[in-house]
């Protein structure tokens, strides 16, 4: 299946921040094609949890601050 230009932008840059990660802080395993988007969906609701976990301490700690 040929990707789209949104796609092929998205994995460039993606691809280029993976590269910055020092090999031994990866992992990486090949994933069924049945299982990509469970997958991919468990990792970006993970990454949001953190962001916004982040979020709220920010903002607790602004009230202490202030």
């Known amino acids: 299946m040929k990707t789209g230009l949104y796609e092929q932008i998205i ?3 993606l691809n280029a921040e993976l590269e910055q990660i020092p090999e031994e802080c990866k ?3 090949k994933v069924d094609g049945a299982e990509a ?3 991919l969906s468990t990792y970006v609701a ?3 949890k953190n962001r916004m976990v982040a979020e709220v301490q920010l903002t607790q700690l602004s ?3 202030q």
């Open 11 to 13: 994995n460039k840059q």
């Open 27 to 29: 992992h990486r395993e």
């Open 37 to 39: 988007s469970r997958v």
């Open 46 to 48: 993970e990454l949001l």
């Open 63 to 65: 009230t202490i601050m």
